[in-house]
């Protein structure tokens, strides 16, 4: 996945989201606001993980396969790239 | 702006809307313009005609199908009462008439801003096709018919559009549902229809403006955000596109467009691949956001129309939104005795007459 299109991406600290290549609006939960941050600082998928263990108290595995879950959500919507740079 | 009269056509704000209105409405947002705006409708009960804030008064032309001399006649006459600066026409069907008779015009002192008929011509939905394979730039697949027949022998894939030459378009999924299509817009707008592929993509519409001689004066990008039963915008944002804009640009440049015009095109944004579906030679209805996002179009024209220099704008507010209303606007009878008896309705007499 390909994080570099996220500097284009505006996001609210409300977790509105507005994609101005095409016009798309969203909502992200404090999660997902969250992830998306992390995500636009271009950190890597590791550093996410283990900021969103410590923000959220969960088990690594559980987020991993939230996190991941939710890339391939985001790149459905066109808000970040499937492609690696 | 001095006091000016502009003429404006194209103001049955229905709910499929001429571009009349939001013209109108862009020119009393600028600052500077105090001038006068006189309507010219082609039916008694287009709503532009009632509203007041919109236009000082409103005059009844004859249809495109009557022929030049009697739309000529006609501006003559309510240029004599009603002394016009600039008339902006706005609906495909009548453009090609006032094309022809802007020479008449100037000379009558009534300053326009329309595209040469050749380049008017070559963006027409049936000879688009060429005009864009001359100019690379991706269009889909479109054939002109006159018969139903002729869409059973082109074997193309469903669904796809049939559309009428002006207006309005169906899109179809079976042979039937194009048989269907076929009578109804053939009764409307008659042959030849034409037959486009269907592209999947995001829409995306683009009002602009260009100088005469290639350059592009403005230009503002818009995703429909809702649609009417027509899928005419009911909403729409500005869009940061670049690529949009290029395409916009192109096309302005290779027909060195003079006037108004609005670009749609089919966008698969992951593949990168924009196709353009058609150039309609006018303001679209919803042109008042390119105002609203910092472009006052419809201000530029009327300045270059009056012969003034205009620079060309080079941003716009991305993520600007508009969305449309219905609202009932009332008018007494004698409002409508005035238009259907003697063919104009005035709010406000022109300066030098009494009221």
């Known amino acids: ?85 | 702006m001095k006091e000016i009269c502009i003429a404006v056509t194209g103001i049955n704000a229905t709910e499929n809307p001429g571009p009349g209105c939001g013209i109108i409405r862009s020119l009393r947002y600028s600052h500077d313009f105090k001038g006068r705006i006189v309507g010219l409708a082609y039916d008694a009960m287009d709503p532009g005609n009632f509203l007041r804030d919109h236009v000082d008064a409103s005059y009844l032309i004859p249809y495109p199908s009557q022929g030049l001399e009697i739309l000529l006649s006609s501006i003559k006459e309510i240029h004599r009462n009603d002394p016009i600066d600039v008339l902006i026409p706005s609906l495909d069907a009548e453009l090609l008439n006032f094309i022809k008779i802007q020479d008449e015009l100037a000379r009558l002192g009534i300053h326009t801003f329309l595209p040469k008929e050749e380049g008017f011509k070559i963006r027409a939905k049936n000879s688009l096709a060429d005009f864009c394979k001359e100019n690379a730039i991706h269009v889909p697949v479109t054939h002109c018919i006159n018969s139903l027949e002729d869409i059973y022998h082109l074997n193309m894939n469903y669904p796809l559009y049939i559309k009428g030459l002006f207006y309005d378009a169906y899109m179809v999924n079976s042979y039937i549902e194009a048989s269907n299509a076929f009578g109804l817009l053939c009764a409307r707008w008659g042959l030849p229809l034409l037959v486009q592929e269907y592209i999947r993509g995001e829409e995306f519409d683009i009002v602009a403006l260009g100088d005469g001689t290639g350059e592009t004066i403005g230009a503002v990008p818009m995703k429909k955000m809702s649609l009417t039963d027509k899928k005419k915008a009911w909403a729409g944002i500005t869009v940061d596109n670049p690529a949009l804009i290029e395409m916009t640009k192109k096309i302005i440049k290779a027909l060195k467009w003079k006037g108004p015009l609005e670009v749609e095109i089919m966008a698969d944004i992951e593949s990168q691949k924009y196709y353009l579906i058609e150039i309609n030679p006018r303001f679209p209805a919803w042109c008042f956001l390119a105002p609203g996002a910092g472009q006052n179009l419809p201000e530029a024209l009327v300045k270059m129309a009056l012969g003034k220099d205009v620079a060309s704008f080079e941003e716009y507010q991305i993520g600007k939104l508009f969305v449309r209303y219905s609202c009932e606007v009332l008018a007494d009878l004698k409002d409508i005795e005035q238009l259907v008896v003697k063919g104009k309705l005035v709010h406000k007499e022109p300066k030098g007459k009494k009221e």
């Open chain 1, 1 to 85: 996945m390909s994080f570099a299109r996220l500097k284009q991406i505006a996001i609210s600290d409300s977790g509105f989201i507005f994609n101005p290549l095409n016009g798309d609006m969203f909502q992200a939960n404090s999660t997902g606001l969250f992830l998306l941050e992390q995500c636009k600082q271009q950190k890597s998928i590791e550093d996410i993980l283990s900021a969103f263990v410590e923000e959220f108290d969960v088990e690594k595995i559980e987020a991993e396969k939230d996190f991941d879950l939710f890339l391939k959500q985001i790149a459905i919507y066109g808000i970040i790239e499937k492609k690696q740079e």
